[in-house]
């Protein structure tokens, strides 16, 4: 089945994994429990790598730097049909959000398991999406559209300070400065300039109003190609650092049953106004008073969606692949239930203790921490060696509890577990935010790590103290008090302290 708006559905049993490492494994195993045979594709660094062998078939597609293969629109769809595959999943990041090579694939015939390219391309232009979604009634960070120098310095000082100045195209924090005097302003434009021009080519920037103290929350989106859209809840995306997550969950601490409904609605409005189809995530800001504004739409599958499916029990990337194939929608909005609470730590090869420099070499130990409610999805073994072409990532490690509290509890356990040797990595920066008492107590917003975090800084906090308050936020926010436990020391183990937390929230 073919639509008018340039999406091309229809059913299909070969589909190619354009992308690495340990999305491209979740891709795989996803398509062979619905049973598609798959194809990989590969450069000369990802020779020997787990989606190589996992995959049906693989083929070799360039040398190591992104540029020269994954990037390259042509190698894809050559490989597309040398291999016979009717279909190409892009993953993220590489070629997931580039509108030509979604449009290229459907002038081939070859089904792109995601959104239209028009819808893409609408969405991927946050000025148009500005536009787009404010028509459509959601609402937006205050701020000023593209112009020149001078009207941006203008419009400043009309709209005041703090604010931010950002790259029209691209994402992931680059060709973006913020502001915080008038004096500012000039030389931030032109930093963004130059930055947005050298990443993305394009070098268009806008203004937007500075949050003080948000939260960064986002909703998940399904919808299919016979006008059904719905949402799954929402995700806590706050703590990151220079713009990169760095952890997320799901629920969100400061989120209701209200405030989710509302995002949810002006969510599905703004997949809606773009005719999308397929996964999605919309990005909001939600200030202090629990206003909530669009950010951007990630036209994509998420890195950080393994949260969504553990709480709601859909596998989100099985879903696109039935979208993609023309089949509706098996759940409605009133079948979403969110269970549980889940947590995701993005595992890097970087040393948090030296400013988070990035750390190459060859993995000589890994050990994956195991158990109930622990999930791992990687795409590293012993031997293998982390390289500079690509993103730091190297696991993603995903805890599931019935509260908060069990969540923590088991992510603290499966981090202990966790032994990688070779390189260095962030894990002993996820165990100390894991004792972290504003942490526990939901007290964090987008600035926190960059600004109130410090690897060498311990929280000297009684523990039993630590957690008479957690339990009282936790109650303010009308939560149970065993959604929050006591923070235990990095380097013990936490189990000593197992004791005085139960007789506590007895």
């Given at each position: ?8 559905t ?25 049973g598609?045979e ?31 293969s ?6 894809i ?37 995601g ?16 536009e ?43 060709g ?59 995700r ?30 002006v ?26 504004y669009f ?23 099985q ?13 409605t909005?009133?079948?979403?239930q ?17 400013n ?39 696991s ?8 908060r ?47 109130r975090?410090?690897?060498n ?10 957690a008479i ?38």
């Amino acid at each position: 089945m073919t639509r008018t708006d340039g999406l091309l559905t229809k059913k299909f049993d070969k589909l190619l994994i354009a992308n690495r490492g340990e999305i491209a494994m979740r891709i795989l195993r996803a398509a062979h429990e619905l049973g598609i045979e798959t194809v990989a594709v590969y450069s000369d660094a990802d020779r020997n790598a787990p989606h190589v062998r996992y995959a049906h078939e693989a083929y070799h597609i360039g040398s190591s730097p992104a540029r020269d293969s994954y990037l390259v629109i042509d190698k894809i769809l050559d490989v597309a049909k040398k291999s016979g595959a009717e279909a190409v999943h892009p993953g993220y990041g590489f070629l997931a959000e580039r509108a030509e090579f979604a449009q290229a694939c459907v002038d081939a015939g070859i089904v792109f398991v995601g959104p239209p390219a028009a819808a893409i391309r609408t969405m991927g232009d946050k000025q148009t999406a500005r536009e787009t979604v404010t028509a459509a009634g959601v609402p937006v960070v205050p701020g000023a559209p593209v112009g020149t120098d001078e009207e941006l310095i203008a419009a400043g000082n009309e709209i005041g300070f703090p604010l931010l100045v950002k790259a029209s195209a691209g994402g992931g924090g680059k060709g973006m400065r913020p502001v915080y005097e008038a004096k500012d302003l000039p030389d931030a434009i032109a930093a963004a300039r130059r930055e947005a021009q050298a990443a993305f080519g394009d070098g268009t920037v806008y203004l937007e109003k500075m949050i003080v103290d948000g939260r960064h929350i986002e909703i998940q989106l399904l919808a299919d190609s016979h006008g059904n859209t719905l949402y799954l809840g929402e995700r806590e995306c706050s703590l990151q650092r220079r713009h990169q997550k760095l952890i997320e969950e799901s629920p969100s601490f400061v989120v209701d049953e209200d405030l989710r409904r509302r995002m949810g609605e002006v969510a599905v409005a703004a997949a809606k106004a773009v005719d999308y189809v397929n996964a999605g995530t919309i990005e909001f800001l939600v200030d202090k008073e629990k206003n909530f504004y669009f950010l951007e739409m990630n036209t994509r599958l998420q890195v950080e969606h393994p949260v969504t499916e553990l709480v709601t029990g859909v596998d989100i990337v099985q879903e696109m692949l039935r979208i993609a194939r023309g089949r509706k929608l098996r759940i409605t909005q009133d079948d979403v239930q969110m269970k549980g609470w889940a947590i995701e730590c993005r595992i890097n090869a970087e040393d948090p203790y030296n400013n988070y420099l990035p750390s190459t070499g060859t993995i000589t130990t890994s050990r994956l921490p195991t158990g109930p409610g622990v999930r791992v999805d990687t795409g590293v073994f012993p031997g293998y060696e982390v390289t500079p072409y690509y993103d730091s990532m190297i696991s993603k490690l995903i805890c599931y509890g019935e509260t908060r509290g069990e969540a923590v509890l088991r992510m603290r356990r499966a981090l202990t577990e966790y032994r990688i040797m070779g390189v260095k990595t962030n894990i002993p920066f996820h165990q100390h935010m894991m004792d972290s008492h504003r942490f526990l107590t939901g007290q964090f917003d987008t600035k926190f790590v960059e600004e109130r975090f410090s690897m060498n800084d311990r929280e000297a906090t009684d523990h039993l103290e630590a957690a008479i308050l957690a339990t009282l936020v936790a109650h303010r926010q009308g939560q149970q008090a065993s959604q929050i436990m006591a923070p235990g020391e990095r380097d013990t183990s936490n189990w000593k302290y197992l004791g005085r937390w139960e007789r506590l929230r007895r």
